[in-house]
Nanobody, 114 residues
Framework: QVQLVESGGGLVQAGGSLRLSCAASGLIFSTYTMAWYRQAPGKQRELVAAITIGYSTNYADSVKGRFTISRDNALNTVSLQMNSLNPEDTAVYYC????????WGQGTQVTVSS
């Protein structure tokens, strides 16, 4: 059974940094594209960043140059380094993988105060 467990969220002041991690189990991690999504109150869930099995990455325009996604296939983890955070980054952040169907973690709250 696929499980995704996020960690690392919290409260940070504008301009600060956070690092999110997602521990994956129940899958051959190295063979899937992994992604981070976020959902702010009253808004639709949106793709933040994704990383392929070949380590290619793509980012939402709003986070380019501030966020970095990475993966460690030995540890079955995908991380999101978030720098220069601003209040618009406040959201619940979700780890995601598609294997026949979509799987989501439980989410981790990131709150950026102004």
């Amino acid at each position: 059974q696929v499980q995704l467990v996020e960690s690392g969220g919290g409260l940070v002041q504008a301009g600060g940094s956070l690092r999110l991690s997602c521990a994956a189990s129940g899958l051959i991690f190295s063979t899937y594209t992994m992604a981070w999504y976020r959902q702010a109150p009253g808004k639709q869930r949106e793709l933040v960043a994704a990383i392929t099995i070949g380590y290619s990455t793509n980012y939402a325009d709003s986070v380019k140059g501030r966020f970095t996604i990475s993966r460690d296939n030995a540890l079955n983890t995908v991380s999101l380094q978030m720098n220069s955070l601003n209040p618009e980054d406040t959201a619940v952040y979700y780890c995601h993988v598609t294997i026949s169907r979509e799987y989501w973690g439980q989410g981790t709250q990131v709150t950026v105060s102004s």
